[in-house]
């Protein structure tokens, strides 16, 4: 138990009570043990919640007016997406889905006839409001009044017409709002493709230069991927207001896995194709993958599940790989908590 919950006498009401021993076994990728329980701060749900959509001709102009909204703190949140990811998703609905959307729309708006009206709209904007904007950015605000959401709006639509953006229509946020926990089913192709994400977090004054770099190693492999039938589409997003996620995200035909039989009723793997083996499109995405996170090793960037993909270990000073190495000893010292997570050795004989 960490924080006041280390006490033996007191409630587990504050997460800091000397050093911060509860970051210790948070993003560990469970290397570091267990965890059994939690306790989590409850807060008010914000008063006002608007949200608003932009369209973009290039990824520079979105990126551009990310960084510049995330450095000013006028959203709860922002994320985009390129033509290939925003393909995808649009596809990847059918009507049933819609309808679980729509009725998300209804109860979590303020009241039953603004969630109509804003169902309404969603309805009619339907699926081609972003046929005219290869790049497109969504956002959400909060605030206690409806003064001070409508500030920061204005604020961000401000911003983005400094960088050539426009506004559309805002459904996809709207629909995330409704429906925050997505279906496992999206962890799949719209058609049964295979999907792997990858991601990188750097900060804001790198988005442009690592977004170049990962276009670039995606550019000189274009041939074979065309050929291969292997699609990246790209997500990015802000966290806070000091960094830029960039997540590419591998499509390409192959078969089915175990995975698609735990999540899928078999109404659903029948829509879907069962691919024959594609073996030198896998070898390519895994090729690609592995690129890819060398790549972000030389840029510096971060990432938030690091489990056994990425390179934590060879990227980290001596010094804080020895404290690493201190503390998984202290806490395993046989190294059988998921031995090899965070890159941390196999477990040793008893």
Not at 48 to 76: I, K, N, P, Y
Not at 301 to 327: D, K, M, N, S, V
Request: proline content about 6%.
């Amino acid at each position: 138990r960490t924080g006041a919950a280390a006490i033996a006498t007191a409630k587990p009401f504050f997460r800091y009570y000397g050093p911060d021993l509860t970051g210790l076994f948070l993003g560990d990728a469970g290397a570091l043990g267990i965890k059994a329980r939690a306790t989590l701060r409850l807060i008010r749900r914000p008063a006002w919640v608007e949200t608003a959509s932009f369209g973009f001709a290039t990824h520079e102009q979105m990126a551009g007016a990310m960084t510049d909204v995330a450095r000013e703190g006028l959203v709860s949140e922002c994320f985009a997406m390129d033509p290939v990811l925003k393909a995808q998703r649009m596809k990847r609905a059918g009507l049933a889905q819609d309808l679980k959307a729509v009725k998300g729309v209804i109860t979590s708006a303020r009241g039953l006839a603004a969630g109509l009206r804003e169902a309404a709209r969603v309805a009619v904007a339907g699926r081609g409001f972003l046929d005219e904007s290869p790049y497109s950015m969504h956002v959400g605000t909060e605030g206690r009044t409806e003064a001070s959401v409508a500030d920061a709006l204005a604020e961000v639509r401000r911003i983005v017409a400094t960088h050539g953006g426009t506004e559309v229509e805002n459904t996809v946020p709207k629909v995330l709002r409704g429906m925050p926990f997505v279906p496992m089913s999206s962890a799949i192709g719209p058609a049964g493709e295979r999907w792997l994400p990858v991601h990188a977090l750097v900060p804001l004054s790198d988005a442009a230069a690592a977004w170049t770099a990962i276009r670039a190693l995606f550019d000189a492999r274009r041939a074979d991927l065309e050929r291969l039938g292997v699609e990246i589409g790209v997500l990015t997003a802000i966290v806070g207001s000091n960094a830029f996620v960039l997540e590419p995200v591998f499509y390409w035909p192959a078969p089915r896995t175990t995975y698609y039989e735990r999540v899928l009723d078999e109404a659903t793997r029948a829509s879907f194709e069962d691919f024959r083996p594609n073996l030198e499109a896998e070898a390519l995405v895994f090729e690609l993958r592995g690129q890819l996170t060398q790549l972000f090793l030389e840029r510096g960037a971060t990432h938030l599940q690091i489990g056994r993909t990425y390179r934590y270990r060879e990227g980290l000073r001596p010094e804080a790989l020895r404290l690493l190495e201190a503390i998984k000893r202290a806490v395993d010292p046989r190294g059988v908590v998921n031995p090899g997570a965070l890159g941390l050795g196999e477990p040793q004989p008893q």
